[in-house]
């Protein structure tokens, strides 16, 4: 248990430290794409996953992480992603944000991470239970293969790492994007947000979870351990989980960043609507933006792929639906 605990709680802490003074939010990134064609955030977290996608591969090449198998979940990945990316917008911000704001003293993100919680312990093993079942049957199991994009398009995963490096690579280092006004930029943030998630599937391998950075199911098991007193909950990821506020908290308090802020009623009640709808997309499709969109893709996990799309139509759905048709 003392391994879980050091471990997790300090790759939890790296990341929340460096959500924090990277200002990382993938919700603010793929909205921004839409809304004012910025693509500032979105090369962070490309860059992030690239990296993480290299050293991931290298870790199971050398036997040192072993994902299991897993089948495609298309249904959920579709319907709980796009829920997701709803959740998201209404949230003002994603899961990770969410965590690293309530280090920074936001009350509204504090009762959006609550509603998260909630409903990703309700959908897991509580009332919505079924639902999630309902749609995880609506899936293409591959037997002892991995449902990921190389086994789709049967090549090597080398062949698909290698081509988005190398495209990757080109864009990210031909940008003349201008320096944040405070915090860090675009490229400092990618690298060591790759850098820890990559480090997250080592130590958490360490501990017999082969798998990375998560916020969803620790979330749920977080609760779910304080309802019960199982300790079966607790493993890496709770520990992960509650290390990201507390390394924020550190990062906001040194750079005198660290203040209480409540938003008015009506908006703190549409955070919690849509921590509701992300604890309950999440669940759906398998992940959050992290266990997803980060880590999931990190192994090209063809689920994970298209629960990422279905995220970003869910976050452009609810920007146009929030934002851009009220401007009109």
């Not at 290698?162 to 943030?189: C, E, I, M, Y």
């Not at 958490?204 to 019960?228: F, K, N, Q, W």
């Not at 969109?293 to 990190?298: F, M, N, P, Q, R």
Request: charged share 10%; with cysteine; glycine share 14%.
């Amino acid at each position: 248990m003392l391994e879980k605990l050091f471990l997790g709680l300090g790759v939890g802490m790296l990341f929340g430290f460096v959500l924090q003074r990277g200002r990382f939010c993938m919700y603010t990134a793929f909205r921004d794409m839409l809304l004012i064609k910025d693509f500032t955030l979105v090369k962070a977290y490309l860059l992030a996953l690239l990296i993480q996608m290299v050293l991931v591969h290298l870790l199971i090449r050398w036997g040192m992480v072993s994902p299991g198998a897993s089948p495609f979940l298309w249904l959920g990945a579709i319907t709980g992603g796009f829920i997701f990316g709803i959740g998201m917008t209404l949230a003002g911000g994603c899961s990770s944000s969410s965590f690293y704001r309530v280090g920074e003293g936001m009350v509204g993100s504090f009762v959006a991470v609550l509603t998260f919680i909630i409903f990703a312990a309700v959908t897991r093993n509580g009332v919505l239970r079924p639902l999630a079942i309902t749609l995880y049957s609506y899936n293409m199991d591959m037997g002892v293969h991995s449902a990921t994009l190389s086994h789709i398009l049967g090549i090597n995963n080398w062949y698909i790492v290698t081509v988005l490096v190398l495209g990757g690579g080109f864009w990210f280092f031909s940008d003349r994007s201008p320096k944040p006004v405070r915090g860090w930029g675009w490229r400092k943030t990618g690298i060591t947000i790759g850098l820890i998630a990559a480090l997250a599937w080592w130590t958490s391998a360490m501990t017999g979870r082969h798998y990375g950075l998560s916020i969803t199911g620790p979330s749920a098991s977080v609760l779910l351990y304080l309802t019960s007193a199982n300790e079966g909950y607790l493993d890496w990821g709770t520990f992960q989980v509650i290390g990201i506020p507390l390394g924020a908290f550190i990062a906001a308090s040194w750079n005198k960043e660290f203040r209480w802020r409540s938003p008015q009623p009506r908006r703190m009640m549409q955070q919690a609507l849509g921590g509701a709808l992300m604890g309950t997309g999440a669940v759906i499709a398998g992940g959050c933006n992290i266990g997803n969109s980060l880590t999931g893709l990190g192994i090209l996990s063809l689920t994970s792929f298209v629960a990422t799309v279905f995220i970003i139509l869910g976050t452009w759905s609810g920007t146009y639906l929030f934002f851009l048709r009220q401007r009109r």
